[in-house]
């Protein structure tokens, strides 16, 4: 074992999806589940099973506790309830909504309508706009899951943003793209490519090709002017988002290459 | 001829962060080639251990077809195991490219360049990096290119010296190994025995004297001037020294387009090698030659007379223009370029005959040119049927726009056909040549005289008349942001199409068309070609729209250097550099050799430009032109007739000097 993940559940719809998608996580991290189930007024108290997974009652504020847990080295990943109740109007609850924003690792959330058989995490969809290059922490991610015998399928969605401006055949985009994924992500081989609106194209991936999870690179901003793909996908997806904080400084879409030299 | 002397040493020099994910971009934007031997610049620092596999390309060098593409092979370059690599500079006044390391601790500078003066010898050397300071070979290596028909081999030889660590390698070409090594053996040994300085130093020579025929110096903007610069250093690489050149649309610096050769190198490229280096320019349309029986046969296959020329050709000049490719979702889509561009027979003939006028080159009917214009014209002249009214029509083919395919009486292609076949009429016998005649003044152009502009194709105005900012801000791959099927049904082009017309042959075309056909095409056009830019900005020039111009042709300059098509890393765009020069000679500077022969001369600038200086052959001459906004100077190595605009008579001399502006110069 070499990490734990760590799944905070509270009794709520959620929590057999939390737990299913967390044992999945540790099956691919070859890490330890450690089930939280986390009540401000229960007293921390002994081990308490769930349908046959052990759980640990833990008394505190929920983000307290999970902010408390979060920062460990040793945690690989948090997993929670993306909302507090099916076809709620809100985009996440509260706990989640703080827990995403400040975790330094990844928190991976789960729809609370997540079928039970909808919780195995055999594909992974690795969306990426433009130019936008992976982290090392997505490429440990993506070795991880194929190591573990999944499937990472790549999607390099184009738009008027942040597609090449100009393309010779109309084939060239493949081209660009495959030259994309050898620099992003040199191993992965099931690369897709999708126009038009991000979100729109990452879901129909997800309806469309069997994605159990999707990967999310973001930078822990959900305010008004930010992450808009997030919080569509917070909004709608219908599978679990592993959300993984991006500390690397933005760079341009077009990485300017231009000569220096003195002025005239 | 009197160097000019504002440029300051920097000018010449571009620079390049290090930066992990752009360094196959850089790979190709270093890429170096003498010779017809290419290096791209592969790191000493590499760490990934397949990096430094496809490094190398031998010009003539390909596999079986199709499709043909590039034998490419391991570096030649050393690995220098524990540097950490730094910045990367590339002079083009003097060849070279060097690139900082730490290595150890210490920090040190490798230097790289294919010679000039070697054909088909490059060096690299790095001064502090041997373990002593003795005059020591310490080994030899080869790498092997097996091609289908030509087998190269690069002969690798390392050196050390006063503290250098040098490797030379040369390549040779052969029908067979054992050729080709002993021939690659045989120049290495001689580059060995001359010493890394002497091989430099003549080296830096002969890019002087290239430079010396081919500078362009741009007073006002050091950025356009480097840029320039940087387009010119590939272009001028191009010379293989061969008696054929087979120019891919990225040359030898990558594998786009399996190295295949399209019109490009016709249109786009050619006429920079025939002002600058006019025996490569030759060895080009000698490839073309070269390939005729194959063209004949594909006519005939197709049970017509003449000539047919592949979209894209390789060794042998078989069709090998790919049948299909996936789309964006993946399906399985024909690829109809193959097809149905007809366009490449008088973009051929074009190149033919604008290289004869150029350069004066009498020898037209000795070198096969003669044959290339009146085959392809020959089969265009079979494609052409004649309607009920006796006019003549062009069916089911593309432009230059491909957004558009299959369409009738493409107006490019047409106009081209037309001009085509008078051309060629003067040189078959007179019952052929009233035949040519005919059906040339047959051929429907979409010319309407009421708006002075040209349909660029039958039911173009029919089409949803979308402008291409409504849709996305160009230059934008429209096809791939908005679908290949809204496109089709508007109006949206792809690149210079009709406005490719007045680049190419605007004198055989409707006085107050180019005015017309511009502000009706520009709107519409989403440069999604790397073409589209630089030829735009040449007619925008010509239309006296010198600042547009600039916006455009500054497009052209970074399409590479900016990775604007996030395919530079597979190679550079080089026709778009030959259209960026022709945008500066033919559009900026106005120049064109009209009959007699005689130079016109008509520049005009845009305001952050205040002088432009190009350096060019011409008719047998080398030419320097120095244009201002309100004086221009001319200067010939030997007397040369020049004209311009509203000259009363032309006026031959060596050296002359105008004065005014654009369209309304006098001498003075």
Sequence with gaps: ?264 | MAATTSITASRRVLAFADRPALAEVIEALLCISSGGFATRACSEAAVEPDRCDDVVRVGGVRHAEPPGPWVRARSWLPTVAGAAGGGWRLDVGRGVVEHDLEVGGRPLTSLRFASAAMPGTSVWTMPGAAASDTDTDVGHDEIVLDGDSRTAVVAIRRHERNGASTQIAAAGVGPDRRTASARASHAADRALAAGSAALQHAHESAWAGIWDGARIDVEGSAADEQAIGFALFHLLSLDEGSDELAVGARGLTGDAYDGHVFWDADVFVLPVLAATRPAAAAAMLAYRSGRLDEARSRAAAEGRRGARFPWESAASGCDVTPRWARSLDGARVAVTTGDLEIHIASDIAWAVLHHARWTGDPSLPDTGGVALIVETARYLADRIVLDGDARGHLYDITGPDEYHEGVDDNAFTNVMARWHLRAAADFVDDGEAARFRRLAGSLVDGFDHRTRRHEQFAGFADLDPLLIAAAAQPPVAADVILGRDLVRRSQVIKQADVVMLHHLVGDALPQGSLEADLEFYLPRTAHGSSLSPAIHASVLARAGRPDEALELLRLALHMDLADQTGTTADGLHLATMGGAWQAIVFGFLGLAVEDGPQLRVDPVLPDDWHRLRVRLQVLGRRVEVGAGHDEVTLTATSALTWTWPGAPEPVSAEALRLVGGHHRWRQG
């Design chain 1, 1 to 264: 074992m070499s990490g734990r993940v760590v799944a905070a559940v509270d009794g709520g719809p959620a929590t057999r999806a939390v737990l299913d998608v967390a044992a999945e996580l540790c099956d691919i991290f070859d890490a330890e589940l450690d089930a939280l189930r986390v009540d401000e007024r229960a007293a921390p108290g002994p081990t308490s099973p769930l349908d046959g997974t052990p759980l640990r009652d833990v008394r505190g504020a929920a983000t307290a506790v999970i902010d408390e847990q979060a920062v460990r080295s040793d945690v690989v990943a948090v997993v929670l309830g993306a909302r507090t109740l099916p076809g709620a109007t809100a985009t996440l609850g509260h706990v989640p909504d703080h827990v995403i924003a400040n975790a330094p690792g990844m928190v991976v959330l789960v729809p609370p309508d997540l079928a039970p058989e909808c919780s195995t995490l055999d594909r992974l969809l690795i969306p990426v706009e433009g130019d936008a290059t992976l982290s090392s922490d997505a490429a440990a991610v993506i070795e991880a899951f194929e190591a573990s015998g999944r499937t990472a399928i790549g999607l390099h969605v184009l738009n008027p943003r942040t597609a090449p401006a100009h393309a010779d055949r109309w084939h060239d985009a493949e081209l660009w793209s495959r030259r994309f994924w050898r620099r992003c992500a040199p191993a992965m081989t099931d690369h897709h490519i999708g126009t038009g609106g991000v979100a729109d194209a990452i879901l129909d991936m997800v309806a469309s090709h069997e994605v159990d999870a999707v990967l999310l690179e973001w930078h822990q901003r959900l305010d008004h002017d930010h992450a808009a793909v997030v919080r569509d996908l917070l909004r709608r997806a219908p599978c679990p988002l592993l959300m993984l904080p991006d500390r690397r400084e933005a760079e341009p879409m077009r990485p300017w290459l231009a000569p220096r030299g003195d002025g005239p």
